[in-house]
């Protein structure tokens, strides 16, 4: 299985911040990574997918990048509603794995 | 408007079985490949299954296999897990979501673009 390795594993940046999320693949996966954000007690939506395609009605701030194995997630200015987990995951062969998240805080 | 209702969780007994429903709406369901998705309490996301438009293809976890079946009704516009020899380690938040196939420069690819509100399953004696 392609393991997925997402860092940090938590984080708290301020309110109008940037902020960046890693994920790391064991293997090449090419662009087929995805990102979801889950808020506390949520299901997770959909915000990012082929590594860099917004998915429809995700904000502007919300950027992504990579290929191969090594990819980013990126907020460009940072919202209260932010908060929550955030979840890289491939897409390259079955099973279809996640990282293990990273925690974002609001300071 | 997309919607994904799971029902059918519970508690449940090591060893016992529970089916989960998923009934969909807003979206050509008889075209959409459909997956299940588990969290386990203060754990992160674990793919366990998915199903073809026409049910020809099924996919599963390992962690699953032999013990969960996927299924659809295309004209009910839902999906189900059935859930057999069921164990501790099977407690989670069980979504279903769909699975959602595209190109992307040429290249095709997937992800899980809709997602339901989850449905709780405890196994314990």
């Known amino acids: 299985d392609i393991q997925l390795t997402q860092s940090p594993s938590s984080l708290s940046a301020s309110v109008g911040g940037r902020v960046t999320f890693t994920c790391r693949a064991s293997?090449?996966?090419?662009?087929?990574l995805n990102w979801y954000q889950q808020k506390p007690g949520k299901a997770p939506n959909a915000l990012i997918y082929a590594a860099s395609n917004l998915q429809s009605g995700v904000p502007s701030r919300f950027s992504g990048s990579g290929s191969g194995t090594d990819f980013t997630l990126t907020i460009s200015s940072l919202q209260p509603d932010d908060l929550a987990t955030y979840y890289c995951q491939q897409s390259f062969t079955s099973p279809k794995t996640f990282g293990q998240g990273t925690k974002l805080q609001i300071k | 408007q997309v919607q994904l209702v799971e029902s059918g969780g519970g508690l449940v007994k090591p060893g016992g079985s529970l089916r989960l429903s998923c009934a969909t709406s807003g979206f050509t369901f008889s075209d959409s490949y459909m997956s299940w998705i588990r969290q386990a309490p203060g754990k992160g996301l674990e793919w366990i299954s998915y199903i073809g438009p026409s049910s020809t293809y099924t996919n599963y976890a390992d962690s699953v296999k032999g013990r969960f079946t996927i299924s659809r009704d295309n004209p009910k516009n839902s999906v189900y897990l059935q859930m057999d020899s069921l164990r501790a380690e099977d407690t989670a938040i069980y979504y279903c979501?769909?699975?959602?196939?595209?190109?992307?420069?040429?290249?095709?690819?997937?992800?899980?673009?809709?997602w339901g509100q989850g449905t709780l399953v405890t196994v314990s004696s």
């Open positions: 293997q090449n996966i090419g662009r087929n």
């Open positions: 979501v769909r699975d959602h196939y595209y190109y992307v420069s040429g290249s095709p690819g997937n992800h899980f673009d809709y």
